[in-house]
Every structure is written in structure tokens, then in C-alpha cells.
Nanobody, 128 residues
């Protein structure tokens, strides 16, 4: 099983990026998919998650600016999900990680320990 995150970069405040996470090695169609981020010297924090039902939840700090979505491809060999990050702020600077799990409940979705699979992270740097 492998999760590969990409799409980060150096941008200016107000810009947008689309982060991608490609999951392979098993069928992830029923998994909860999520994004976390970790700024230097800080703990990894929840950003957004999307359940199999398509219900999505967001951290308050990104609500209205970030959108989590999933590729609609029927390719069962891999699953891709995205994080559209808009109106970026310097406080959004962090390494962004994708994560997935098959048995999450709503109450644990913001917890890093609840996820079995993680990508390697992609750096997003926002200059003011």
C-alpha cells in the first residue's frame, strides 16, 4: 500500500494550489480520506476529511477556503483525492500529508492516530 502526495510549492498569499494524493496497492473506494498538515515546531493537525458517503468536514481555519474531493475514475487499482487550497495565507505554510483509513468514525476523524495509511507529505510555503 502506498500513498503519494504531490502538488505543493512556493506561492504568494492569496494564491491557490491543488494537492493530490494517489493511493495504490488496494481498493480505497470505501476508505475515509483526509489531509493533515504540520508546520515547523508544531504538531500535525487535521485539515479536512472526506467519508465514503462524500460527507466532508474541515478544520475551522480552512473552512470556506479549502475543498477536499476525490477522483471519479473507475480505475480500481488506484484512488486519487485532492485538496484544493485557495486564498492561501502565510499561516498555511506547512508540510501537507494525506491519510486514509477504512474504519473511521466521525468522532476520531481529526486524530492522527486513527489513520492506518499515510503519504510522505508535500511542502506548501506561502510568502506574504
Amino acid at each position: 500500500v502506498q500513498l503519494q502526495a504531490s502538488g505543493g510549492g512556493l506561492v504568494q498569499a492569496g494564491d491557490s494550489l491543488r494537492l493530490s494524493c494517489v493511493a495504490s496497492g488496494r481498493t480505497f473506494s470505501s476508505y475515509t480520506m483526509a489531509w493533515f498538515r504540520q508546520a515547523p515546531g508544531m504538531e500535525r493537525e487535521f485539515v479536512a476529511a472526506r467519508f465514503r458517503s462524500a460527507t466532508s468536514i474541515y478544520a475551522d481555519s480552512v473552512k470556506g477556503r479549502f475543498i477536499i474531493s476525490r477522483d471519479s475514475s473507475r480505475d480500481s487499482t488506484k484512488t486519487t483525492w485532492f485538496l484544493q487550497v485557495n486564498s492561501l495565507k502565510p499561516d498555511d505554510t506547512a508540510v501537507y500529508y494525506c491519510a486514509a483509513d477504512s474504519s473511521l468514525i466521525l468522532s476520531s476523524v481529526r486524530s492522527t492516530s486513527a489513520y492506518d495509511y499515510w503519504g510522505q507529505g508535500t511542502q506548501v510555503t506561502v510568502s506574504s
